[in-house]
């Protein structure tokens, strides 16, 4: 196994040379565009044998390698921000065809105005879509996450399509210490992908898709949402055998931090949480008992898990970089409906279009929100708060 410094996007690119995927399509759009550039140089200079082909928008990118992956083959692509919403059609059509496609987000802010910094705003307004949604946050899970993609999403108790999502400029930009393991371990622990059930080829009379009875249409959702449940059992399954393979942590949906003893837990996904994690570290030495949960996977949610690790808490503090205008954070609305009233949550939302959010900020969010806890005074937090420090009265 080898140290390699790379960006986030470079990670990206060399888990696809090393997974053999057989067909690429690319569209460029910042910040994403580096990864199907440097796939483009591994094809060209001989690294990674696929047929890479240049596409004229975003919505053929996923379409192609909707097809590719219909014939059989093992396949990649990559967007962000509106790149993603321009997929959105063909996002159902793959999801909903069973086809193991694996895709990287690079995150970003969605316009107008314009704006290539980070939010989770692009990957979380496509969450219902029936895909697998990842969130790294680090270079190297990046890099771990996307191999683990194609375990997942190959399975056949799985078979549904695998978003990773990294953020924009924060990981996909910045350059850190990745064990990059060898193509022969690599090829052991990730085999060619297994045919479909079906599978189109010439002179195969077959289709996918088709036209058929409502109650075909409501049943192939049902499947889907099964296939999802399932993922959780799989994403763990998977994550403990890379882990014991290539020396990684065993986080499965969530990576709990300092949470045996916690009070109050603060709940939060992508690289920020890094960040949080070194607010609670100053804040522990200050006597405050708190801890965070980072979550890995949106979808599947991990509901059990955060039932489980909340149930012994006074209250939860969940920072959101996406909202559902006239509801909630979308992390602290799916957290809401699965603690079901069982422990007080408060919603923050912050980091909107990429404003920076460092340990100092999530400092001052956790003391305020356990100062108004203790204080007695709140019996719910009925509406998101949202954190801008620079206006006045919010």
């Known amino acids: 196994m080898k140290v390699k410094v790379l960006m986030g996007n470079t990670a990206v690119a060399e888990a696809i040379r090393l997974a053999n995927v057989e067909v690429v399509s690319a569209y460029p759009i910042t910040p994403q565009t580096i990864i199907v550039e440097r796939i483009a140089d591994m094809v060209e200079r001989g690294e990674l044998k696929a047929r890479y082909i240049r596409v ?107 978003m990773v999502a990294l953020d924009g400029f924060t990981l996909s930009h910045t350059s850190e210490p990745v064990r990059v393991p060898g193509e ?42 099964r296939a999802v449940e399932r993922a959780k059992h799989v994403i763990r399954e998977v994550t403990v055998d890379y882990a014991k393979r290539f020396d990684r942590s065993t986080h499965g949906l969530i990576e709990p931090f300092k949470t045996e003893d916690a009070k109050y837990l603060v709940i939060l996904a992508g690289a920020w949480s890094g960040d949080a994690m070194e607010a609670v570290e100053m804040m522990r030495d200050e006597g405050y008992p708190v801890g965070v949960v980072r979550l890995r996977y949106l979808r599947p949610f991990p509901a059990e898990e955060l039932r489980d690790l909340v149930s012994g ?82």
Not at 77 to 100: C, D
Not at 189 to 209: A, D
């Open 56 to 162: 004229e928008s975003e919505h053929s990118a996923l379409a192609v390698v909707y097809g590719a992956s219909a014939s059989g083959a093992r396949v990649f692509t990559a967007t962000s921000s509106h790149g993603l919403l321009y997929m959105y059609e063909m996002l159902w059509w793959v999801a909903n065809s069973r086809l193991p496609v694996v895709m990287a987000v690079v995150t970003r802010a969605i316009g107008p105005p314009w704006n290539i910094h980070t939010d989770h705003q692009d990957a979380l307004t496509v969450r219902d879509a029936g895909w697998i949604i990842g969130f790294a946050s680090s270079v190297e899970e990046a890099f771990d996450m996307t191999l683990q993609a194609y375990r997942i999403g190959e399975d056949r108790r799985v078979l549904l399509p695998v």
């Open 184 to 225: 022969l371990e690599v090829r052991d622990w990730l085999p060619p992908r297994e045919p479909l059930p079906f599978k189109l080829e010439p002179g195969s009379y077959f289709s996918v898709g088709n036209l058929g009875p409502d109650e075909v249409t409501m049943e192939l959702r049902w499947y889907i949402w």
């Open 313 to 394: 808490v006074r209250a939860v503090l969940v920072v959101d970089r996406a909202v559902s205008m006239g509801h909630t954070g979308v992390i602290g609305g799916d957290l809401i409906a699965a603690t079901q009233g069982k422990v007080m949550v408060k919603n923050v939302i912050a980091g909107l279009g990429g404003v920076d959010v460092g340990p100092e900020d999530f400092q001052a969010m956790i003391k305020g929100f356990i100062e108004e806890y203790e204080s007695g005074a709140i019996d719910s937090w009925v509406y998101s708060e949202w954190y801008m420090p620079w206006v006045r009265g919010v």
